[in-house]
C-alpha cells in the first residue's frame, strides 16, 4: 500500500492526478499547495505503473534561480520522496526522471498574524506633574489612577481584526495607523487593574496562534494625610493670634 507523509502545516493542497509517459505513471503530493512559512514540506512522487530509477525534485524561486535536489527511493513503496526544508518563499517544482517531467506545480506561503512589540505610551494626570512618556517592547505597566494609556502593537502583517479581550466585558478593538499599516493602537482611560489577551484576525480568516497578554496594574489615588501638629489643647482671647503647624503628605 501507498504511504502518504503527514504534511505539516499546510492548507489548500490539491494532489495531482496520474500522468501517464512512455509507460510511466505519476502521482505528485501535494501537488499545488500552500504552506505555512518557514516549515517543512514533504514532496512524494508515486509511480503505480514503472519505477524509474531516479528522481529530483526540480525548483524555481521568486528570483528565477533553479535547483535540483535528488529525491530519495523508498524501499518498501513505488514512490521518491524528498522534505523540503523551511519554505520561506514561493516556489514552483517539478519532478524529473528518466528524461521525463512532472507538470509544474505552485507552492504558496502564508504567515499566522503576530505580535512583534507592544509599546505602551502613558500620559499622566495633571495632579501628578509628570510627563508623558513611552515605553518601548513591554507587555506589563503600571501607572496611577487617572493615567490615559495607548497601547502600540507592531504586527507582523495587515490583519482585518485587532481586539483587546477580556473574561467579562466588550471587546476594546484597535485601529490601523494610518503612517504604517503594521501598527494598530488603542488608548484606554486607567481605573483599576486590567489584563487582556491580544487576538488577530488577518484577512484570510486565520487567528494568531497564542494570543499574548497585557497587563496594567493601577495605583489608586489616595487622598491626602494631613496631621496636626501644634497646638494640641489651646485656650485664646478672641483677638488673639494662634499658630498652627500640620504635616501634609500624599501619594
Excluded at 519554505?87 to 506545480?105: A, G, K, M, R
Aim: proline share 9%.
Amino acid at each position: 500500500a501507498t504511504h502518504t507523509p503527514r504534511l505539516p502545516n499546510s492548507s489548500t493542497t490539491e494532489e495531482s492526478t496520474p500522468i501517464s509517459s512512455n509507460n510511466y505513471e505519476i502521482v505528485v503530493d501535494p501537488g499545488n499547495v500552500e504552506v505555512e512559512k518557514g516549515t517543512n514540506l514533504i514532496v512524494v512522487a508515486r509511480f503505480p505503473a514503472r519505477l524509474p530509477e531516479t528522481a529530483t525534485l526540480q525548483m524555481v524561486n521568486q528570483a528565477g534561480q533553479t535547483s535540483q535536489l535528488p529525491m530519495n527511493r523508498s524501499l518498501d513503496d513505488p514512490l521518491f520522496g524528498i522534505n523540503i526544508y523551511e519554505v520561506n518563499e514561493p516556489l514552483e517544482y517539478s519532478i524529473q526522471y528518466d528524461n521525463l517531467n512532472s507538470e509544474t506545480y505552485r507552492i504558496d506561503v502564508f504567515e499566522f498574524p503576530e505580535l512583534l512589540q507592544a509599546d505602551a505610551h502613558l500620559e499622566y494626570p495633571d495632579y501628578t506633574g509628570q510627563s508623558a512618556k513611552t515605553i518601548a517592547d513591554t507587555r506589563r505597566v503600571a501607572a496611577v489612577e487617572g493615567t490615559e494609556l495607548t497601547w502600540i502593537c507592531h504586527l507582523n502583517k495587515s490583519v482585518e481584526k485587532a481586539t483587546l479581550a477580556t473574561p467579562s466585558g466588550d471587546p476594546l478593538e484597535l485601529t490601523a495607523d494610518p503612517q504604517d499599516p503594521l501598527r494598530y493602537r488603542v488608548t484606554i482611560p486607567l481605573t483599576k487593574n486590567q489584563r487582556w489577551k491580544l487576538q488577530l484576525v488577518d484577512y484570510e480568516n486565520r487567528s494568531n496562534k497564542t494570543p499574548p497578554e497585557l497587563v496594567v496594574k493601577v495605583t489608586p489615588n489616595k487622598p491626602a494625610q494631613v496631621k496636626l501638629k501644634a497646638p494640641q489643647d489651646l485656650r485664646v482671647s478672641p483677638i488673639e493670634e494662634v499658630t498652627l503647624e500640620a504635616t501634609v503628605s500624599d501619594d
